[in-house]
């Protein structure tokens, strides 16, 4: 299956600093998304990407298709930031699964 | 309140013991999916259906076995053939297979 790679594994910001997180990926894309899991577990969704660029309040996503990374972007960051940020890319033959990447740990403390 | 739900929110597996993991979702979605996740580590896909009466092993089916009888719900049930159980458990939906999947809370599963 396609390889998805995150990076930092780990990230300690200040409150209302910014960051920026990669995901890159070995094979073409039909499908990008970004999660949030928070401290409970429960993953939510932030961006449906496979190309292009989205924002949605604080944060925003780009997907560089051709170069297989993407980027997420968390401005003025908050404590309710903190959690793990997954990436997970399908790619368009094989078995279509969506494989995850091993995430970034990020901390905001005030 | 359109979503997914997942039961029990802990289980504990005594050795030899199969238990049945509960997925449902309203939100009328086709496809479904069971994750697992290991502590530190991204979730792995364990099964996955597409429509009512089919599904497909994932990368890690081994140990696990599950159907899909109605298309609100895809309950996973880990067998005593699965040797490390202890893990939580993702259950997720989508329109199809190529778009957004939207995920349950998870179940704990803890090996006594």
């Known amino acids: 299956g396609i390889q998805v790679e995150q990076s930092p594994p780990d990230l300690i910001l200040q409150e209302g600093a910014n960051s920026t997180l990669r995901c890159n990926f070995s094979d073409s894309v039909n499908n990008l998304q970004w999660f949030h899991q928070n401290p409970w577990g429960q993953l939510i969704n932030l961006f449906y990407?496979?190309?292009g660029t989205k924002q949605n309040g604080r944060l925003s996503a780009t997907t560089v298709a051709t170069e297989r990374y993407s980027l997420l972007y968390i401005s003025s960051s908050q404590t309710t930031d903190s959690g793990v940020y997954f990436c997970?890319?399908?790619?368009?033959?094989?078995?279509?699964?969506?494989?995850f990447g091993t995430g970034t740990r990020l901390t905001v403390i005030p | 309140d359109g979503g997914i739900t997942q039961s029990p929110k802990y289980l504990f597996r005594k050795e030899g013991q199969n238990v049945t993991l509960s997925c449902e979702q309203n939100l009328n979605h086709d496809a479904m999916y069971w994750y697992r996740q290991d502590p530190g580590q991204g979730l792995r896909l364990i099964y996955y259906?597409?429509?009512?009466?089919?599904?497909q092993k994932g990368d890690i089916a081994e140990g696990y076995s599950v159907s899909r009888e109605k298309k609100e719900s895809f309950p996973l049930t880990v067998t005593s053939a699965q040797k490390n159980p202890t893990a939580f458990y993702l259950c997720?939906?989508?329109?199809?297979?190529?778009?957004?999947?939207?995920f349950g809370p998870g179940t704990r599963l803890l090996v006594l």
């Open positions: 259906s597409q429509i009512v009466n089919d599904f």
């Open positions: 997970a890319a399908q790619t368009r033959t094989g078995a279509n699964n969506l494989f």
């Open positions: 990407i496979p190309s």
């Open positions: 997720a939906s989508s329109r199809d297979r190529r778009e957004t999947q939207y």
